[in-house]
């Protein structure tokens, strides 16, 4: 199984980027899909998650600003995050569950700065 991200970088606050994560070594039509995220000194917390018949979830910090979607041809997961803020800085991770085990990507950076 492999998780790859892409899409991360350097974002003034009020700005937009979107995370890409591309599967391989699953099935992904029947995945659940998550995105997590990391702050400097925090703990791994979830940001959002999107089923296989592509309901979403969303932490309560990111409700309204980010949109978590899925492509089942491509085998990608995506995770576009606007008007963003400083608190939204630090490491992103794709996540999945797969016969019963997790399985991390291996994260993309994320700043947001002026």
């Known amino acids: 199984v492999q998780l790859q991200a892409s899409g991360g970088g350097l974002v003034q606050p009020g700005g937009s980027l979107r995370l890409s994560c591309a599967a391989s070594?699953?099935?992904?039509?029947?995945?659940?899909m998550a995105w997590y995220r990391q702050a400097p000194g925090k703990q791994r917390e979830s940001v959002a998650s999107i089923t296989s018949v592509g309901s979403p979830n969303y932490a309560d910090s990111v409700k309204g600003r980010f949109t978590i979607s899925r492509d089942n041809a491509k085998r990608t997961v995506y995770l576009q995050m606007d008007n963003m803020k400083p608190e939204d800085t630090g490491v992103y991770y794709c996540?999945?569950?797969?016969?019963?085990?997790?399985?991390w990507g291996q994260g993309t950076l994320v700043t947001v700065s002026s």
């Open positions: 996540n999945t569950v797969f016969r019963g085990l997790g399985y």
């Open positions: 070594g699953i099935n992904f039509a029947i995945n659940t």
